[in-house]
């Protein structure tokens, strides 16, 4: 199955709640009500300072067209892989598996413009449920172990609190998911009734007004903004 064929079964499975995917646009959203205290690292400044930047990719959940998760990753074509800056959604939503399905979808969608690009890398910094600073040590370190489990099972390689996903293991969990729900009963008992908040990046995929040359990334100078690195899902 072509990588499109997947990028559109995590559409479909989206649509189901009423739910887009979209380059952002700029706009300004509440991040820290879906990241938490991970929101120090990863804000909208952060977000608009990757904007316009065609080595980067951030990837909007919209329903209602109201910001209900958000990927941001940077395209390392030295490397080969997709570097996940930062993956938020929002609790509050009713819907699951946001951050996830943005994390394949933009590796889908990288890899189908790059297909030297692979993987994708990033950081098991935040937690299941969401951190917050009000949070205690002991309750950090489970949300932050949660997360980690999170990762394991959904077959990421772990390399200390580094994880990496390769595009066949993608591709096997949207089989997965898509397999589940034309189950009689899909109801979920494997812990994807938690919202993840965690820095984690992903690539974008050619949507409407998208850019989809190949070849070699153009980057774009940046001002005075320092670059910055953070992971949360």
């Keep these: 199955m072509s990588n499109t064929k997947y990028l559109k079964q995590i559409e479909k499975i989206l649509s189901t709640n009423g739910v887009i995917i979209r380059k952002y646009d700029g706009r300004n959203f509440d991040v820290k009500s879906m990241c938490g205290e991970i929101e120090k690292t990863c804000d909208i400044d952060l977000l608009q300072d990757l904007y316009g930047d065609t080595g980067n990719i951030i990837l909007l959940c919209l329903q209602k067209d109201i910001v209900i998760g958000f990927f941001a990753g940077e395209i390392d074509d030295k490397k080969n892989k997709l570097d996940a800056s930062c993956t938020c959604s ?3 939503s009713g819907v699951k598996r946001i951050g996830e399905l943005l994390g394949y979808y933009a590796l889908l969608s990288v890899n189908e413009r790059y297909p030297s690009i692979s993987t994708m890398v990033g950081s098991a910094s935040g937690g299941i449920p969401t ?5 205690t040590k002991q309750t950090r370190d489970e949300k932050n172990a949660n997360l980690l ?4 099972k959904r077959g990421a390689s772990m390399h200390e609190k580094i994880f990496t996903y390769t595009i066949d293991v993608v591709k096997k969990n949207v089989k997965t ?3 589940n729900m034309r189950k009689p009963s899909s109801a979920s008992s494997s812990g994807d009734e938690y919202y ?3 820095d984690d990046g992903l690539p974008p995929t050619p949507i409407k007004g ?3 040359d190949k070849g070699k990334i153009k980057k774009k100078k940046r001002k005075t903004t320092k670059k910055r690195k953070t992971t949360k899902k």
């Design 90 to 92: 929002s609790p509050s």
């Design 196 to 198: 993840p908040a965690y």
């Design 210 to 212: 998208h850019s989809s």
């Design 149 to 152: 489990g999170y990762h394991c």
């Design 131 to 135: 951190p917050y600073e009000a949070d």
């Design 177 to 179: 998911i898509v397999d």
